[in-house]
């Protein structure tokens, strides 16, 4: 399940792409898998072990039909002290990730640093309104230990990466079929996961991601602009 778009990012051989915190590694994979036959170096970095545990496991699972030139690997690290050296790496997909860390502006500063000049961004964070109705509904939907610590404005944020010598390129939201779940989940916390509208919603969900048939994926279209849980920003590096 993406969130941004592959169309979007501009790789191309010889590149090398972060996944920076990229949890259990759905962009990571879901990238190396479109692009596997490109000598491109895809990198996952994150701060859970047992995350990475998991992504690396799930590199087996890729459905590939021949054998590729790209390469993957996972870094556990601190994304406020990347490991890389300065101007050193083409792209860099930054995906719900910022609203869990209180000193972003820190990792906003160490993603400029490694990026080369003409190097493209990817950032995503979950929209305001719909994450705003998420705390209204229940407070430990975001005090849970690792949960998101902000709500962000996604003008401001914008305006903020610009500000650093990027040059805006387009936004997009995603995931609307996926807010109502949260919502669910927030309304009936108590209750669960197991709770049945939500084990029904979820259902759904995990039904449409593997099934993707043409009713949701057009209701997922036309509803994105209005009720995308994701707010999806791309951006050149100008400096």
């Known amino acids: 399940m993406l969130t941004l778009k592959l169309e979007n990012l501009s790789i191309k051989a010889g590149d090398k792409v972060l996944d920076l915190g990229c949890g259990e590694g759905r962009h990571t994979l879901g990238l190396f898998f479109h692009f596997h036959q490109q000598p491109v170096a895809f990198i996952g970095l994150d701060l859970n072990r047992n995350d990475l545990d998991t992504a690396q496991q799930r590199i087996a699972d890729l459905p590939l039909t021949q054998p590729g030139k790209a390469s993957i690997s996972f870094i556990h690290s601190n994304g406020l002290n990347l490991p890389f050296a300065n101007n050193s790496v083409e792209h860099i997909v930054c995906?719900?990730?910022?609203?869990?860390i209180p000193d972003y502006e820190c990792m906003?500063?160490?993603?400029?640093r490694i990026l080369k000049p003409g190097g493209s961004l990817c950032i995503s964070v979950p929209r305001k309104w719909p994450e705003s109705l998420c705390w209204w509904l229940e407070k430990a939907y975001h005090q849970v230990e690792g949960g998101h610590v902000r709500i962000?404005?996604?003008?401001?944020l914008l305006q903020q990466?610009?500000?650093?010598?990027?040059?805006?390129q387009k936004k997009h939201w995603a995931h609307s079929l996926h807010a109502p779940y949260w919502w669910l989940r927030c309304l009936f916390w108590q209750r669960g996961e197991g709770f049945l509208p939500v084990r029904l919603y979820h259902k759904l969900l995990v039904w449409d991601l593997f099934k993707k048939p043409w009713?949701?994926?057009?209701?997922?279209?036309?509803?994105?602009p209005i009720m995308g849980k994701s707010l999806v920003l791309y951006f050149i590096n100008d400096e």
């Open 95 to 100: 995906s719900e990730v910022l609203e869990h």
């Open 108 to 112: 906003l500063i160490e993603i400029k």
């Open 152 to 156: 962000f404005n996604g003008r401001k």
């Open 161 to 168: 990466i610009q500000q650093q010598g990027y040059r805006f």
């Open 215 to 224: 009713i949701t994926q057009w209701l997922d279209t036309l509803l994105n």
